[in-house]
């Protein structure tokens, strides 16, 4: 059973363009969280969505952050227009259905850098 | 809502000396705690968690955390580090038997372990 997968490990985007990240659960997790992390700082909640729902998106920017988790396929979180401040690791969880969620599982995280 | 705080931001320590990491957590309902440990450019792993049952719990990599209710506190310990346990350390909580919260972790605490 692979771990949760993130690509790719290391993102490079000139300010303007549009980042996408992706997130693969691990096998049998409906439920996928994104954080981001800043040099110096914790691990803050971005979004956190099950299949094709948004279940709670209180930690994510209002403007040009995006997540979908479709029914097939991995979670996106879409960075569009991005600034310099953009510039850190975000990292993907998965975790079981609500009954059987006693841990949540990282990847290795996507380093975005914007140039 | 709930908060996590890490009280020490670094912490310097010598190596097979004893080390505690300390988190105290905020929550008006019960709680699932954590510790998780991040290696330099790796994701998170987990360390220990506490759901039920005996307050002390046993990691891996010989370490062990207890669970203080009265205090809110779930403080992280090991009797004797190594060179390789220096990494940033982070606590984080999860409301029980809530479908729609995300873990919520501390700003994390970095262990430097000195030869």
């Known amino acids: 059973n692979a771990g949760v997968m993130q690509n790719p490990r290391h993102l490079v985007r000139r300010r303007g363009q549009e980042a996408r990240l992706r997130c693969s659960p691990m096998?049998?997790?409906?439920?996928v969280y994104w954080y981001r992390q800043l040099p110096e700082e914790g691990l803050k909640f971005m979004v956190y969505?099950?299949?094709?729902?948004?279940?709670?998106e209180s930690g994510m920017p209002k403007e040009r952050f995006s997540a979908e988790f479709p029914k097939e396929g991995p979670s996106i979180l879409r960075i569009q227009q991005v600034v310099r401040g953009d510039s850190a690791a975000y990292f993907c969880?998965?975790?079981?259905?609500?009954?059987?969620?006693?841990?949540?599982?990282f990847g290795q995280g996507t380093r975005l850098t914007v140039v | 809502a709930q908060s996590v705080t890490q009280l020490d931001s670094q912490v310097p320590v010598f190596e097979e000396a004893p080390v505690e990491l300390r988190c105290n957590y905020s929550?008006?309902?019960?709680?699932?705690l954590f510790w998780y440990v991040q290696y330099p450019n790796q994701g998170l792993q987990l360390l220990l968690k506490?759901?039920?049952?005996?307050?002390l719990v046993k990691g891996i990599n010989g370490f062990e955390a207890e669970f203080n209710k009265s205090q809110t506190s779930f403080h992280l310990r090991k009797p004797s580090v190594h060179i390789s346990d220096t990494a940033e350390y982070f606590c984080?909580?999860?409301?029980?038997?809530?479908?729609?919260?995300?873990?919520?972790f501390g700003k994390g605490t970095r262990l430097s372990v000195i030869a």
């Open positions: 969880a998965s975790s079981p259905p609500t009954q059987a969620r006693t841990e949540a599982f």
């Open positions: 096998k049998g997790h409906s439920h």
């Open positions: 969505l099950q299949k094709e729902n948004i279940i709670d």
């Open positions: 929550s008006s309902v019960s709680v699932y």
């Open positions: 506490y759901l039920s049952g005996s307050t």
């Open positions: 984080a909580v999860w409301r029980q038997n809530s479908g729609n919260t995300p873990l919520v």
